[in-house]
């Protein structure tokens, strides 16, 4: 069925006119990687921080037309350290569109504190290490998160699915 959403990160950041233009041309199929410490952007890579707030650049893209925002906690991504639920809902609080949580996620227990947090606007994860490492089971977290699932929330349960079958997960 082809491409159903690209993730614009870095480029979005230090080309706003880049994200607006592909925003446009592509409405719906847009999502915006905001990878931050401490409530700052960092681009390329993690190895720039930048000044500009997390929240501030969320409103702005969303604004522009992106279909959601992808927020990767730097200070624990890849450390099993457990999500950093407050930052994630507080960034969700502040824009309409889906909020999808990166950096942390170590356990089930992370799946079940995003899981009831999804009313606040946090639809979907991204797992890497916690699935590299075997600790968490990607189909019991997935029939976990299809429990809790609202049917308003398809889009999310879908963009999950895709990321786990584009990493080889079953």
């Known amino acids: 069925d082809g491409v159903s959403f690209v993730v614009i990160g870095t480029a979005a950041v230090k080309n706003p006119c880049f994200l607006y233009d592909a925003c446009g041309a592509f409405?719906?199929?847009?999502?915006?990687?905001?990878?931050?410490?401490?409530?700052?952007?960092?681009?390329?890579?993690w190895s720039k921080l930048t000044g500009h707030d997390v929240t501030d650049l969320a409103k702005k893209f969303e604004d522009y037309g992106?279909?959601?925002?992808?927020y990767t906690d730097i200070g624990r991504d890849g450390?099993?350290?457990g999500v950093n639920l407050e930052a994630t809902v507080e960034?969700?609080?502040h824009v309409k569109i889906p909020v999808i949580a990166s950096g942390g996620i170590a356990s089930m227990k992370d799946i079940e504190q995003?899981?009831?947090?999804e009313f606040e606007g946090v639809e979907g994860a991204i797992l890497g290490r916690s699935l590299y490492e075997g600790a968490i089971d990607f189909k019991a977290a997935q029939e976990r998160a299809d429990a809790a699932r609202s049917p308003a929330y398809d889009r999310a349960w879908?963009?999950?699915?895709?990321v786990a079958d584009s990493c080889g997960v079953d």
């Open 27 to 45: 409405a719906g199929h847009v999502i915006v990687a905001l990878d931050a410490k401490g409530g700052k952007v960092a681009t390329d890579g």
């Open 114 to 117: 995003l899981c009831a947090v």
């Open 66 to 70: 992106a279909e959601a925002i992808l």
């Open 158 to 162: 879908w963009f999950a699915r895709f």
């Open 79 to 81: 450390m099993m350290s």
């Open 91 to 93: 960034l969700a609080r």
